[in-house]
């Protein structure tokens, strides 16, 4: 995968991380990256036009991902 921006390489971890015990950890660190580059966005007229749509496309496949995290079972 391609890194253009910064917040990307948490993204890029999380996408490609194999243990599923440490994929929702990889899924909250790029959550938080993207938070943090778009607070400093917002402060920047939003940058280029590409960097907005590629935090969109971003998230949608957080979210995606997140949908694969196994739920904690609850104690018995």
Do not use: C
């Amino acid at each position: 995968m391609n890194v253009d921006y910064e917040w990307q390489r948490p993204y890029v971890a999380a996408v490609l991380e194999t243990d599923r015990s440490k994929l929702s950890e990889r899924i909250a660190e790029a959550h938080s990256a993207i938070r943090a580059r778009v607070a400093e966005l917002s402060q920047d007229h939003f940058g280029t036009p590409e960097e907005p749509m590629a935090i969109e496309a971003a998230v949608r496949g957080l979210k995606t991902l997140s949908q694969e995290v196994p739920e904690a079972k609850p104690p018995s």
